[in-house]
């Protein structure tokens, strides 16, 4: 079967991108919009019409009243956060029925003692702590490759869960009252767990197109990231299949989302990161707090080497450049094509986050434009100087520069 109607969108940095604005835009034109990976480690801010949504773990595609969304299998589900941002979005007006939103029933969910495991693992490592979100994603990804893990689908039978559950009553503080957390989930989540590999193949044979939303980014990948710093899923495009249940082929237009600088949260190498008044500039005016944790992100330039790797592996077809406006007031941008380090040339990630830390940078230095980009919609309306960093980027990665985004909002975004 072709699936050709098909989009995968996937963050090709440390995350933050803006990869919730560009999924909210293209969800547009989709029927479905599933999450394929992470947890509510991830956080995606839209704004709509005015309204700020800040989403952790539903699909962006929940603001959008005609169309449906779901979780995939490589997903790991937290209930309690699931629950609660089920009732804060429901609060607002947005209806979250089973037909609009599904929990594959073999989706991994996170205990409240993976939580637990996670800040006291993090604390174990002193100076070495990965800068996890602390929300158990690691430790529910262990129990799902370890073959002991709860599964969504488990909440269907309340007896043989019951059963179960009785194993861990020295994991949780309270825990009849963690008992009846379960209980109450298996009658309100239960409508909508479902066999997600049949309910998309489905659709797949009606014409329905999906899109694919990732979370984190490329360089968080458990296998292709910066490792150890990295987060447990994969993060790559080919995971919309593998964390779906949809074949291969199924992935479809790769749209990579690439901020026109760099952040990170957390710890670990990041060898364009800039300790001076610009990394301050570009943070405070590209407003870079963590939507999970509120910590300061860490800014620097755009690395080069990082996108053009990132755009090989993932197979990109397109990307999304978004905060551009953020860079408006800057004299020159250097964009990272190289590093050095004891004698060695790099153009590629190094294998071992030690090669990777301390390495000097070669850049390559572009004038700025330093007038205002912020909320253009027209491509022939950008100055110059930002026409020219666009094809810059363009001819370093091969691959075509098809959306700017300009500001926040919906609207704020050119379209080539
Ligand atoms: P974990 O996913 O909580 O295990 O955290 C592992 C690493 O991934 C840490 O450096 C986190 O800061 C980072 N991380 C996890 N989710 C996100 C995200 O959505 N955006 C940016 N960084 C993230």
């Known amino acids: 079967m072709q699936h050709p109607q098909n989009t995968t969108i996937i963050g090709l940095q440390w995350g933050d991108e803006g990869k919730g604005k560009m999924v909210d835009r293209l969800a547009e034109n989709a029927d479905m919009i599933v999450r394929f990976q992470g947890g509510h480690n991830a956080g995606h801010t839209l704004v709509v019409e005015g309204i700020t949504y800040k989403l952790n773990l539903l699909p962006s595609g929940i603001v959008r009243p005609d169309k449906k969304t779901a979780l995939g299998h490589g997903v790991v589900l937290d209930l309690w956060a699931l629950e609660k941002e089920m009732a804060t979005l429901s609060a607002a007006g947005i209806s979250i029925t089973p037909d609009r939103f599904m929990i ?20 174990g490592l002193g100076d070495k702590k990965i800068g996890t979100t602390g929300r158990g994603i690691g430790p529910a990804y262990e129990d799902r490759v370890g073959r002991r893990a709860f599964r969504a689908g488990d909440l269907l039978d309340q007896q043989d869960l019951k059963a179960r559950l009785g194993e861990f009553s020295d994991q949780v503080d309270d825990f009849a009252a963690f008992c009846e957390d379960m209980m109450r989930f298996t009658k309100t989540l239960s ?6 590999w049949h309910v998309l193949s489905e659709g797949q044979r009606n014409g329905e197109k999906v899109l694919f939303e990732g979370a984190q980014g490329f360089y968080l990948d458990v296998d292709f990231g910066t490792y150890p710093f ?13 964390g779906t249940g949809l074949p291969a082929s199924a992935v479809g237009h790769v749209l990579g989302v690439v901020k026109a600088y760099t952040t990170r949260v957390g710890s670990g190498p990041f060898p364009t990161e800039l300790g001076d008044a610009t990394g301050e500039h570009l943070g405070a005016k590209g407003h870079e707090f963590g939507t999970v944790t509120g910590r300061k992100r860490r800014c620097g330039w755009l690395d080069g080497v990082l996108l053009k790797q990132a755009c090989t592996i993932n197979g990109i077809h397109a990307l999304a450049l978004t905060k551009l406006d953020v860079l408006d007031e800057l004299p020159t941008i250097n964009v990272a094509v190289a590093y050095q380090k004891a004698g060695v040339t790099y153009t590629h990630l190094p294998l071992h986050w030690r090669d990777f ?6 850049y390559e230095t572009l004038p700025g434009w330093q007038s205002v980009t912020e909320g253009l919609q027209d491509y022939d309306a950008l100055p110059a100087n930002a026409k020219a960093y666009i094809a810059y980027i363009e001819r370093l990665t091969g691959v075509p520069v098809t959306y700017i985004s300009t500001g926040p909002g919906r609207e704020e975004t050119i379209v080539r």
């Open 357 to 362: 830390s301390g390495v000097s940078v070669v």
């Open 230 to 242: 990295v987060t447990s899923s994969n993060t790559l495009a080919s995971q919309a299949a593998t």
């Open 191 to 196: 409508p909508h767990i479902v066999p997600l």
């Open 104 to 123: 594959a029933e073999n989706t991994s969910l996170i205990m409240p003692w993976h939580r637990v495991q996670d800040q006291n693992r993090e604390r």
